[in-house]
């Protein structure tokens, strides 16, 4: 059974311009969740996507946005970046009909902004 | 989902039991109690979770008082690797729908040769 993997490991990108962060979920697993921790905090919660919808989405503005593709895989796009989501980003994947204990996180792509 | 209240950090001997607290005083009925950790550099990673009920599996033991206002995680022997930040997270079971988990910020388990 492979875990979360998440590319790239480290991005370096300067301000206003665009990224883009990859996640290849977890065997049988079918919902994507994206979460972002800034330094010294706990992970936010971006959004998730069930079955290529999003069906949910935290307290980010819509220069986040994601995709989630039939193998389940998904990507987080950030527009005209700023210095601010310079963060931990990571990815967890679930089987949408398990409760929370079945969430399993990537190690993450550091993004640094400059 | 409830709030939940740690204490920025704590230290432990290699060895010893590290008991960590958690306040949930809000918490609804309906509200299961997760812990989950993150080792430096690594994504969180599902230790447990309960209800109502005491706890254990081959990670650790959670002790839910029976008001459910409060938890403790229990880690029988503390080794090095359990050097951590450990949050406690209260949400509901609804299957097939957005349940994003709220972290806090956690607390530093710092496990002491």
């Known amino acids: 059974e492979t875990g979360v993997t998440q590319s790239p490991t480290h991005l370096i990108k300067t301000r206003g311009q665009q990224v883009t962060l990859r996640c290849s979920s977890q065997?049988?697993?079918?919902?994507v969740s994206w979460y972002q921790q800034a330094l010294g905090q706990g992970p936010q919660f971006i959004f998730q996507?069930?079955?290529?919808?999003?069906?949910g989405r935290g307290n980010f503005p819509p220069r986040f946005s994601g995709l989630q593709f039939p193998n389940y895989s998904s990507e987080l796009n950030v527009n005209a970046l700023e210095l601010d989501d310079s963060a931990l980003y990571l990815c967890?994947?679930?089987?949408?009909?398990?409760?929370?204990?079945?969430?399993?996180f990537g190690s993450g792509t550091r993004l640094t902004v400059v | 989902d409830a709030k939940t209240t740690q204490p920025p950090s704590m230290d432990c001997a290699e060895g010893r039991a590290a008991n960590l607290p958690c306040n949930h005083s809000?918490?609804?009925?309906?509200?299961?109690v997760y812990w989950y950790r993150q080792i430096h550099s690594q994504g969180p990673q599902y230790i447990i979770h309960?209800?109502?009920n005491n706890e254990t599996n081959e990670m650790a033991s959670l002790i839910i008082t029976e008001d459910r206002k409060s938890s403790t995680l229990i880690l029988p022997h503390a080794t090095l690797r359990d050097t951590a930040v450990y949050y406690c997270?209260?949400?509901?079971?609804?299957?097939?729908?957005?349940?994003?988990?709220?972290f806090g910020s956690g607390t530093q388990l710092t496990v002491l040769p």
């Open positions: 065997s049988g697993h079918n919902t």
């Open positions: 996507y069930y079955r290529e919808e999003e069906n």
């Open positions: 309960g209800l109502k």
């Open positions: 967890a994947s679930s089987s949408g009909t398990q409760p929370g204990y079945g969430y399993t």
């Open positions: 809000t918490i609804s009925g309906n509200e299961y």
């Open positions: 997270i209260v949400r509901a079971h609804l299957s097939g729908s957005a349940r994003q988990l709220t």
